[in-house]
């Protein structure tokens, strides 16, 4: 997951808007696919999980879909139990927000994007207490 997640963090720090965009859509991807997988955990909280993934997908459904690529492989070994497991997918998340901020002067609809982004990623933060 690691080398993915590099991937991702380099789309993100792109010049270009269009593998920036791209990224920021595969990021709020697994953002929601992580938020989902935990949202059962007895170790959280039930509603803020659900609600990182609502706003995971109300971001992406913003922006354009990616021309190629395809899902990241999330297995559930890959999220770390205990309050710091969700930190390495709220980090993500939070630079997509950056991402999309530095983006948003082009387009209203990449600000709003970036604004699910960052409430995905305080919701998902909190997730486990942390």
């Keep these: ?19 920036v965009l791209a ?6 991807d ?35 879909l990616p021309e190629t690529g395809g ?3 999330l297995e559930a070994s890959d999220i770390q139990t205990g309050p710091g497991g969700l930190e390495p997918y709220v980090a993500l998340l939070d630079r997509a927000h950056l991402a999309l901020t530095g983006l948003a ?13 960052a409430a995905a990623a305080r919701s998902l933060a909190a997730v486990r207490g942390h």
């Design 1 to 19: 997951m690691n080398t993915a997640m590099n991937a991702l963090e380099a789309a993100l720090g792109s010049a270009d808007p269009l593998t």
């Design 23 to 28: 990224g920021a859509w595969e990021a709020l």
């Design 30 to 64: 697994l953002g929601e696919r992580v938020a989902d997988a935990v949202t059962w955990d007895e170790a959280g909280d039930d509603l803020l999980a659900l609600t990182a993934a609502q706003e995971c997908s109300a971001a992406r459904s913003l922006l354009p």
């Design 71 to 73: 899902p990241l492989a």
């Design 105 to 117: 002067e082009q387009d209203d609809q990449l600000g709003a994007a970036a604004d699910h982004a």
